[in-house]
Structure formats: structure tokens, C-alpha cells
């Protein structure tokens, strides 16, 4: 089955740009989907379709996708965005969605 | 505005089966432009999809639980279920449903949009 590698954790300090990796085989040919996730809370969609923001996702975040690669941006970072992020594609070889491990951002 | 509710024991005894039942308001789960899933979290864990389903019934599930799951779909109340058996400590977690969509209708591009808030399953005796 299809497998998404992101890094367990990732520190940034605030106003600077953090970048949150998802790897996968040819992930570049797949749509990549971004969630958000603050503690006790459901996961919130960011980005979707690669780099397309749902509404009331402020512009700080957005996203690309290349290669074996696929990266969340935020920039601009506030304490407000400490939490964890998870990568998802449907992979549709097998017809199952998968996520990545998630990232834990941490603000300084 | 679309929600998804979770409802269902919170309390399962290991090799029982899990029952649990996602109500959607503020929506039809007949449209044909959207799928319904099941994701779990383990506490302090990552995410696990487990099986989604279409409003005609049609279903895809987690290939390392498909052999314990099984969603259905109840149109006439507006609902979906999961059922998974044979239960063990390791099922214990945060079961979530949400809406699956893909406006662009690429092969790739089914993504969650709408969550429930979630409701935490323990497996116990």
C-alpha cells in the first residue's frame, strides 16, 4: 500500500516560515491534502488539491507538490498555529485514502 | 451549514463488536457528489482511515481491517454506520466520520471536508 513519510516534529519560531515535508513514491502525480490538528479537536482541512486554500484559511498557509515531495508552508508563524499536521492522498490503485504519520509544530 | 455527528457506545468488551452511527444535517447524504468515511486516532496517535462509503452503498475499506468492518448506509435517516468486530485493546480510539469529496473528480483527489467532533471508544472488560 501507498506510504507517507513526514517528519515527527518541527520547531519554528514566530513571524518566521515553517515548512512541513509529506514524501511518498511519485507523490507529484497524486492530489495531497492538509489538515490541521489542535488538541482535543477534530482535524480542520488547509489545504486541499495540492495548494487550494478552503475558506477562512488564512493566506499564511499554503502548499506545493513535486517529485517525491509534497510541502506545507506557513508563513508568517503565530502561536495560534501550534499543532499537528497531517499529509492524505487517495490512493487510487487500491482505492483507499491514506495519511501521512503527522508533524508536530511546535512555535518557540 | 453541513454536521456530522458520532453517536454509539463508548465502552466496548474486547471480541464484542463496535457499533457506531454518523446522523448528517444540514445535508443530504444522497448526493451524488460525495463519499462518507470512518478515521480513527489512537490516543496519541496519527490518523487511520478506516473504510468510506457511497449513499448507493458502495464501500472501500482499510485493507488491514477489512476483514472486522463493515459500513453501511441508512438514507432515509440521513445516516451511516460502522460496524467492526472482534475488538481488541488496540482498537481503542478516537473514531471520527467526515465527509469525503472531490470536486474535480480526479482519480487521486478525495478529500475529508467536513468532521465530526469525534467520539472516543474504549475497549475494556
Known amino acids: 500500500s501507498y506510504v507517507l513519510t513526514q517528519p515527527p516534529s518541527v520547531s519554528v519560531a514566530p513571524g518566521k516560515t515553517a515548512r512541513i515535508t509529506c514524501g511518498g513514491n511519485?507523490?507529484?502525480?497524486?492530489?495531497v491534502h492538509w489538515y490541521q490538528q489542535k488538541p482535543g479537536q477534530a482535524p480542520v482541512l488547509v489545504i486541499y488539491?495540492?495548494?487550494d486554500r478552503p475558506s477562512g484559511i488564512p493566506e499564511r498557509f499554503s502548499g506545493s507538490n513535486s517529485g517525491n515531495t509534497a510541502t506545507l508552508t506557513i508563513s508568517r508563524v503565530e502561536a495560534g498555529d501550534e499543532a499537528d499536521y497531517y499529509c492524505?492522498?487517495?490512493?487510487?490503485?487500491?482505492?483507499?485514502?491514506?495519511f501521512g504519520g503527522g508533524t508536530k509544530l511546535t512555535v518557540l | 451549514q453541513l454536521q456530522l455527528q458520532e453517536s454509539g457506545p463508548g465502552l466496548v468488551k474486547p471480541s464484542e463488536t463496535l457499533s457506531l452511527t454518523c446522523t448528517v444535517s444540514g445535508g443530504s447524504i444522497s448526493s451524488s457528489s460525495y463519499y462518507w468515511g470512518w478515521i480513527r486516532q489512537p490516543p496519541g496517535k496519527g490518523l487511520e482511515w478506516i473504510g468510506s462509503i457511497y449513499y448507493s452503498g458502495s464501500t472501500y475499506y482499510n485493507p488491514s481491517l477489512k476483514s472486522r468492518v463493515t459500513i453501511s448506509v441508512d438514507t432515509s435517516k440521513n445516516q451511516f454506520s460502522l460496524k467492526l468486530s472482534s475488538v481488541t485493546a488496540a482498537d481503542t480510539a478516537v473514531y471520527y466520520c467526515a465527509r469525503l469529496h472531490n470536486p474535480h473528480k480526479t482519480t487521486s483527489g478525495y478529500y475529508f471536508d467536513y468532521w465530526g467532533q469525534g467520539t472516543l471508544v474504549t475497549v475494556s472488560s
Open positions: 511519485n507523490i507529484g502525480s497524486k492530489s
Open positions: 492524505q492522498v487517495w490512493d487510487s490503485s487500491s482505492d483507499q485514502g491514506v
Open positions: 488539491y495540492d495548494s
